[in-house]
């Protein structure tokens, strides 16, 4: 079986070299000899050798092979390849080539829904995808195209893609200072070009932060995982035992937010990221892509009018108001698993891209953790880099409180993420559903001049929720009351209702409008449409001439 299947390799590498084809000018060529050697291992490179102990590992633990997944992800023969032969050859003598070993890295120009993007794919069949087996430049240079070019580069990580082995420092005969070729590109991608990465088996070290130092990264869960140090080196420095899953699984990194979204398999991290692309503009020079809709901008759905209760301890799902609201199946999830509560991601208003901003009052009861703060924090900056406008569906009880909320630095979270709302400069609208408390409500639905805000009914607002409000402000009256506590505490509450409406904070004109929930998806459309017919050209020149205010932060 085995000798066949060498035999159908070869076939495969002579079939690309067909004798019964006569190039005549070739054939007269000086350069006939170099052309066939190229033209060898180019087909050597392209064509898997299925006796090889790293390919047949990569089968049986059910991976594609580097090759499969490029051609899987990009749109049918696209791929342009960079660097086909680069890898590592050995030389007789008389300077005839005795082997050769493909570069365990391939990278080249394809197109995704007919757009042009740089793909960079570790081959975790070479040496297990360290850097050893690799040629260095490559990765670099696939970096600096995507920069260059100003497209999109997605990274498809398998393997540790960094230092590579210690048995170098034997081959070498020294130690060396550990170099990171091609950071300067990485991190100055961030505030030009979308950057995406799928975590495709292991993602060790260097890998580990190529998958972490993007906009959007996928894992995927039968056969993806991330980690520093893999378990051999961690045994070493913590004596801990552990697997490659229990180290740094996907469901472990998915409820972290090291890596954004979880995949049941390497063909849905493929269809993610092409989600993902289809809202992002080719770089931060263009807008983000208009899509045609048949979902009228008028629609209202009456579903709506009952969505949020209106006694206020009963919670609803914030999911059902997005999905009713945008266009119809435009909802793409950011980070479902991580950020206690916080809602991020994209969709499209009347065709137009919009980021999401919003909390889960089923969990953490609409209080923002550490972890909220950062998720938040993170895809602001995302929309800010890109220039998509920002609608944020208001129900923020404030910045949790307690032992825990300290310990964990909220208030320095917090900080980060008021400054990220001041500091970003893309068009902001604010729909108030339910609760907008203390500072971190504020920082939310108060940070533009003017404010562009309205708000539902069910709106609820204030320094402090009422609840705890009262009972700080009339602590002393409560206490003495003893066993009539309740009864006043219900009294005092009662007082407060009668100016608790927001019909009220409407009079004054601190909120504009109060709307029916009905109108919202109407209003807002309009108000998309406008922001990228008046408001967004004109920034989009500022950053092309001076670029961007503020740089990516991952």
Same mark, same amino acid.
């Given at each position: ?33 170099? %052309? ?37 992800? =990009? ?15 050995? #030389? ?14 391939? /990278? ?22 360290? /850097? ?8 670099? #240079? ?13 990274? =498809? ?40 990465? *799928? ?11 190529? /998958? ?22 961690? $045994?070493?420095? @913590? ?18 937010? @090291? ?14 990221? !092409? ?11 263009? %807008? ?10 008028? !629609? ?13 301890? +009963? ?31 994209? $969709?499209?208003?009347?065709? #137009? ?39 944020? =569906? ?18 320095? #979270?917090?900080?980060?993420?008021? $400054? /990220? ?18 500072? *971190? ?29 009262? $009972? ?5 009256? %409560? ?40 109108? @919202? +998806? ?33």
């Amino acid at each position: 079986m085995g000798d066949n299947k060498a035999l159908k390799r070869i076939q495969s590498i002579a079939s690309h070299l067909d004798p019964s084809y006569k190039d005549e000018a070739l054939e007269k060529s000086e350069w006939k000899d170099t %052309l066939l050697e190229l033209k060898k291992r180019q087909a050597q490179n392209t064509i898997p050798d299925v006796n090889d102990r790293g390919y047949i590992r990569q089968k049986t633990t059910g991976k594609l092979w580097v090759r499969e997944r490029i051609d899987a992800f =990009l749109d049918k023969e696209t791929f342009q390849e960079i660097g086909s032969i680069a890898g590592q050859a050995k #030389y007789n003598k008389d300077g005839s080539p005795k082997n050769y070993t493909p570069a365990n890295f391939v /990278a080249g120009k394809g197109k995704v829904s007919s757009r042009d993007v740089i793909v960079a794919a570790d081959d975790f069949s070479i040496r297990g995808g360290h /850097a050893d087996g690799a040629v260095w430049g490559k990765s670099l #240079y696939a970096e600096q195209l995507a920069r260059k070019l100003k497209i999109p580069i997605i990274r =498809l990580i398998d393997g540790s893609s960094g230092g590579g082995s210690v048995t170098l420092i034997l081959d070498k005969g020294t130690t060396y200072l550990p170099p990171l070729f091609g950071m300067h590109d990485m991190i100055a991608s961030l505030s030009e070009i979308p950057v995406a990465a *799928a975590a495709l088996g292991p993602a060790v070290g260097l890998g580990a932060a190529r /998958a972490t130092l993007t906009h959007f990264s996928v894992i995927s869960n039968d056969i993806g995982s991330l980690f520093s140090a893999g378990p051999p080196i961690v $045994a070493n420095a @913590t004596y801990e035992t552990v697997s490659k899953e229990e180290l740094g699984g996907a469901l472990l990194h998915t409820s972290n937010g @090291t890596i954004d979204n979880l995949a049941a398999s390497e063909a849905e991290c493929f269809e993610q990221i !092409r989600a993902f692309l289809s809202y992002m503009p080719t770089n931060n020079h263009h %807008l983000p892509p208009y899509l045609s809709t048949d979902d009228p901008i008028t !629609r209202k759905d009456d579903e709506l009018l009952s969505i949020i209760p209106r006694r206020r301890q +009963r919670m609803y799902q914030v999911r059902d108001i997005i999905t009713r609201v945008m266009d119809k199946d435009s909802w793409f999830e950011i980070g479902s698993r991580w950020g206690e509560g916080a809602v991020c991601g994209l $969709a499209r208003m009347g065709g #137009y891209v919009v980021g999401i901003i919003t909390f889960d009052c089923t969990l953490k009861g609409s209080v923002i953790s550490a972890a909220s703060c950062h998720k938040f924090r993170r895809h602001i900056d995302l929309c800010d880099t890109f220039g998509i406008p920002i609608i944020n =569906l208001a129900d923020y009880a404030g910045f949790a409180v307690g032992t825990m909320a300290e310990k964990e630095a909220t208030i320095r #979270y917090g900080g980060t993420l008021t $400054a /990220a709302l001041y500091q970003c400069d893309v068009p902001y609208f604010s729909v108030i559903l339910r609760k907008v408390f203390g500072v *971190a409500g504020a920082a939310f639905v108060d940070n533009r001049v003017p404010n562009m805000r309205i708000a539902w009914p069910s709106g609820d607002w204030g320094s402090l929720p009422l609840e705890g409000g009262i $009972a700080a402000a009339y602590k002393r009256q %409560l206490d003495a009351a003893g066993e009539n506590r309740d009864e006043l505490y219900n009294k005092i509450m009662a007082q407060f209702e009668a100016v608790r409406s927001p019909l009220r904070t409407a009079e004054i004109f601190d909120i504009p409008e109060i709307i029916d929930p009905r109108d @919202t +998806r109407p209003i807002l459309c309009e108000w998309v449409r406008m922001m990228y017919a008046h408001v967004l050209p004109s920034r989009l020149d500022k950053t092309r001439i001076h670029g961007p205010r503020i740089l990516y932060r991952p």
